[in-house]
Protein backbone atom coordinates (compact mmCIF):
# COMPACT_ATOMS: atom_id res chain seq x y z
CA UNK A 1 0.00 0.00 0.00
CA UNK A 2 0.92 3.79 -0.93
CA UNK A 3 0.01 7.02 1.02
CA UNK A 4 -0.35 9.99 -1.21
CA UNK A 5 -0.71 13.57 0.23
CA UNK A 6 -1.13 16.26 -2.33
CA UNK A 7 -0.29 20.36 -2.04
CA UNK A 8 0.52 23.40 -4.04
CA UNK A 9 -3.44 24.15 -4.95
CA UNK A 10 -4.71 27.83 -4.36
CA UNK A 11 -6.08 30.13 -6.14
CA UNK A 12 -4.49 31.42 -9.46
CA UNK A 13 -5.55 34.27 -11.75
CA UNK A 14 -6.53 33.30 -15.44
CA UNK A 15 -2.96 32.52 -17.06
CA UNK A 16 -1.15 31.90 -14.06
CA UNK A 17 0.56 29.36 -13.11
CA UNK A 18 0.62 26.14 -10.06
CA UNK A 19 3.17 23.32 -9.29
CA UNK A 20 1.17 20.56 -7.33
CA UNK A 21 2.93 18.56 -5.69
CA UNK A 22 2.59 14.25 -5.05
CA UNK A 23 4.48 12.81 -1.83
CA UNK A 24 4.48 9.11 -1.87
CA UNK A 25 5.38 6.92 1.18
CA UNK A 26 4.69 3.09 1.80
CA UNK A 27 5.86 0.36 -0.54
CA UNK A 28 7.29 3.03 -2.78
CA UNK A 29 8.91 0.09 -5.10
CA UNK A 30 5.64 -0.96 -6.19
CA UNK A 31 4.41 1.77 -7.57
CA UNK A 32 3.69 1.28 -11.50
CA UNK A 33 2.37 4.43 -12.27
CA UNK A 34 1.17 7.37 -10.76
CA UNK A 35 -1.32 9.82 -12.00
CA UNK A 36 -2.68 13.08 -11.34
CA UNK A 37 -6.48 13.33 -11.91
CA UNK A 38 -9.16 16.37 -11.27
CA UNK A 39 -12.61 16.33 -10.72
CA UNK A 40 -14.48 19.59 -11.52
CA UNK A 41 -18.21 20.28 -9.74
CA UNK A 42 -20.98 18.11 -11.03
CA UNK A 43 -18.47 16.51 -13.35
CA UNK A 44 -17.01 12.70 -13.46
CA UNK A 45 -12.82 12.44 -12.36
CA UNK A 46 -11.01 12.41 -15.19
CA UNK A 47 -6.93 12.56 -15.68
CA UNK A 48 -4.52 14.75 -16.44
CA UNK A 49 -1.39 13.23 -16.73
CA UNK A 50 0.35 9.85 -15.68
CA UNK A 51 3.98 8.87 -15.14
CA UNK A 52 5.11 5.00 -15.17
CA UNK A 53 7.78 3.34 -13.61
CA UNK A 54 9.58 3.58 -16.19
CA UNK A 55 9.27 6.89 -17.25
CA UNK A 56 7.15 7.47 -20.11
CA UNK A 57 4.46 10.01 -19.55
CA UNK A 58 0.95 9.96 -21.17
CA UNK A 59 -0.92 13.47 -20.85
CA UNK A 60 -4.87 14.34 -21.54
CA UNK A 61 -5.42 16.14 -24.17
CA UNK A 62 -6.63 18.69 -21.62
CA UNK A 63 -3.21 19.05 -20.50
CA UNK A 64 -0.87 18.84 -23.44
CA UNK A 65 1.40 21.70 -23.86
CA UNK A 66 0.04 23.60 -20.81
CA UNK A 67 0.89 20.86 -18.30
CA UNK A 68 4.35 19.18 -17.36
CA UNK A 69 4.44 15.94 -14.57
CA UNK A 70 7.67 15.38 -13.52
CA UNK A 71 9.48 14.12 -10.68
CA UNK A 72 12.19 13.46 -8.08
CA UNK A 73 13.07 10.09 -7.20
CA UNK A 74 15.07 11.15 -4.19
CA UNK A 75 12.29 12.75 -2.30
CA UNK A 76 9.75 10.27 -3.82
CA UNK A 77 7.38 13.12 -5.08
CA UNK A 78 5.42 13.74 -8.40
CA UNK A 79 4.77 16.98 -9.44
CA UNK A 80 2.67 18.65 -11.92
CA UNK A 81 3.39 21.92 -13.46
CA UNK A 82 0.78 24.12 -14.42
CA UNK A 83 1.23 26.86 -17.08
CA UNK A 84 -1.64 29.20 -18.85
CA UNK A 85 -3.96 28.12 -16.12
CA UNK A 86 -8.06 28.56 -17.37
CA UNK A 87 -11.42 28.87 -15.15
CA UNK A 88 -11.90 25.66 -16.65
CA UNK A 89 -9.04 23.87 -15.19
CA UNK A 90 -11.14 24.67 -11.62
CA UNK A 91 -11.07 21.62 -9.52
CA UNK A 92 -10.06 19.45 -6.84
CA UNK A 93 -6.98 17.64 -8.56
CA UNK A 94 -6.11 14.24 -7.02
CA UNK A 95 -3.25 12.25 -7.10
CA UNK A 96 -3.02 7.97 -7.24
CA UNK A 97 -0.52 5.71 -7.02
CA UNK A 98 -1.39 2.41 -8.99
CA UNK A 99 0.76 -0.83 -8.50
CA UNK A 100 0.28 -4.79 -8.25
CA UNK A 101 -1.98 -4.86 -5.39
CA UNK A 102 -3.15 -1.41 -4.38
CA UNK A 103 -4.94 1.73 -6.29
CA UNK A 104 -4.52 4.68 -3.52
CA UNK A 105 -5.40 8.41 -3.70
CA UNK A 106 -4.45 11.07 -1.97
CA UNK A 107 -7.47 14.21 -0.22
CA UNK A 108 -7.02 16.24 -3.07
CA UNK A 109 -5.89 19.62 -3.29
CA UNK A 110 -8.27 22.75 -4.82
CA UNK A 111 -7.23 24.55 -7.56
CA UNK A 112 -8.95 27.53 -8.55
CA UNK A 113 -8.87 29.81 -11.48
CA UNK A 114 -10.41 32.95 -11.33
CA UNK A 115 -10.10 36.62 -11.41
Known amino acids: QVQVVESGGGLVQPGGSLRLSCAAS????????MGWYRQAPGKQRELVAA???????NYADLAKGRFTVSRDNAKNTVYLQMNSLKPEDTAVYYC?????????WGQGTQVTVSS
Open 96 to 104: NAYGGWFDD
Open 26 to 33: GSISSINR
Open 51 to 57: IFSGGDI
